[in-house]
Every structure is written in C-alpha cells, then in structure tokens.
C-alpha cells in the first residue's frame, strides 16, 4: 500500500503548528512524485504541496511560507509540517504518491498513482 494512515490531525488553535506524517511504502521515497492534498467541506480537494524525485518541491499560494513537504528516506515518511494555521486550513489531508508532477513557474500540476486514507485537521479560531 502506498502508506499507512495519517497522523497527528486532530484540533488546533488558529496560529498553532501541526505535523502530518505519511509512511509509504508501495514506492521507495525518493523515486517518485509524492505529495499532499486537502477537501475542505464542501469545496473540491485541492493540492497543498507536492516534492519531485530530485527533491524540487511546489506549493499552493494559499500555504506558501506556512507548510513544508519534506521526506525521510531512512523511515520512508513524508511530512507536512503546517505552521501559523488558519481556520481556513481546516480540511481532510491525504498524502498521495507516484502519478505524473510538473512545475510551472511557481505552480505545480500534480495527479498521484495513490492516495492515503486522509485524516481530520480541524483549525479552531
């Protein structure tokens, strides 16, 4: 399977921190195209950053300077590390892997192979 459950969602005070965590383990880290999405209620899910094979990592604008993608390759774990949150972040995060990446300018178009199960992060005002 492409990873194992989410973890750490759960609530946050606007302006607060959290990490989300996302073991994979279908592709080596590092191979392929990985990333993370969100669906807020209502809206359609929309990517929140994504990392290529050669570490080149893209952002949505609404998260730019806030969220970090990052990988362990030691651990096969990729994180999402959300800083300064808003109410608005408030969502269902799924990581995702493999599938195609491209950059354009300082935008990404991203269509994983997988996606994980998701996980709550609820971003209290």
């Known amino acids: 399977q492409v990873q194992r459950p989410e973890s750490e969602g759960g609530s946050v005070e606007s302006g607060g921190s959290k990490r989300l965590s996302c073991i994979v383990t279908?592709?080596?880290?590092?191979?392929?195209?990985m990333g993370w999405f969100r669906q807020a209620p209502g809206k359609d899910r929309e990517g929140v950053a994504a990392?290529?094979?050669?570490?080149?990592?893209g952002y949505a604008e609404s998260v730019k300077g806030r969220f970090t993608i990052s990988q362990d390759r030691a651990t096969s774990t990729m994180y999402l590390q959300m800083n300064s949150l808003k109410p608005d972040d408030t969502a269902i995060y799924y990581c995702?892997?493999?599938?195609?990446?491209?950059?354009?300018?300082?935008?990404?178009?991203?269509?994983?192979?997988?996606w994980g199960q998701g996980t709550q992060v609820t971003v209290s005002s």
């Open positions: 279908r592709y080596p880290m590092g191979s392929v195209p």
């Open positions: 990392i290529d094979s050669d570490g080149t990592s």
């Open positions: 995702a892997a493999g599938g195609e990446l491209t950059f354009v300018g300082s935008s990404y178009y991203y269509i994983p192979a997988w």
